[in-house]
């Protein structure tokens, strides 16, 4: 699905890896793991290019990826081809980042920008798959920065899922939550039929997820 070959960054002086050579399959489970600071979130960031717009990067390699038809190097995309890679490649921060708009809103402005139909059918299945429906049923129209940091990230999640992307990069998912409800987000992204990359940091659920596993 996506072959990495010897990509290196850096920012001025400082090295955040070098020479990283991987091969992704397609609909398969990729975690990640090592100690914080190593460079696991700047990689995910490589892979949907918005490493792009952090501070003067330099990115050396080539990250392989069958876009648009063709097989293509992702670090030599044009900035207009970025909004389309972002709909097949989407990456799920451990820190929400949520519009400063209702829960319903957080889902359905990404649903209309992406011409998804059937809005409101949609956005109530991704919510019941993430386990926060029941919770939110009747809050859909509260501000999102109200829920709880486990349901924020599991409402980001869900709006990964409502533009059922190729391949999906989730750093540390199930952080924020208790034990109860990582174990089934662990069991919801296991039946997942998608490519999915993931940093975590929990041995238990690296061993139950992952059917090959990277040590930074």
């Not at 386990?131 to 409402?155: C, M, P, T, W």
């Amino acid at each position: 699905m996506v072959t990495i070959k010897n990509l290196s960054l850096s920012f001025e002086e400082k090295v955040i890896f070098k020479n990283i050579n991987l091969n992704i399959k397609e609909n398969k489970i990729i975690v990640i793991t090592g100690p914080s600071g190593i460079g696991k979130t700047s990689l995910l960031l490589c892979l949907n290019q918005m490493i792009r717009y952090d501070s003067n990067p330099t990115i050396e390699g080539e990250i392989l990826y069958k876009f648009k038809g063709q097989n293509i190097d992702l670090n030599s995309l044009k900035e207009e081809e970025l909004c389309d890679l972002r709909k097949e490649i989407i990456y799920v921060s451990q820190h929400p980042d949520l519009l400063p708009l209702t829960v319903y809103e957080n889902l359905a402005f990404f649903a209309r920008a992406h011409n998804i139909s059937n809005i409101k059918e949609n956005i109530e299945e991704v919510l019941k798959k993430v386990f926060l429906y029941d919770e939110v049923k009747d809050k859909l129209n509260i501000d999102a920065s109200r829920l709880s940091g486990g349901q924020q990230q599991r409402l980001i999640l869900a709006r990964a899922l409502l533009l059922n992307p190729k391949v999906l990069l989730l750093d540390e998912p199930t952080a924020s939550l208790n034990q109860e409800l990582a174990l089934k987000i662990e069991k919801m992204i296991k039946n997942l039929n998608m490519t999915i990359v993931i940093i975590s940091h929990f041995k238990s659920q690296v061993k139950k997820l992952a059917d090959e596993i990277y040590e930074f």
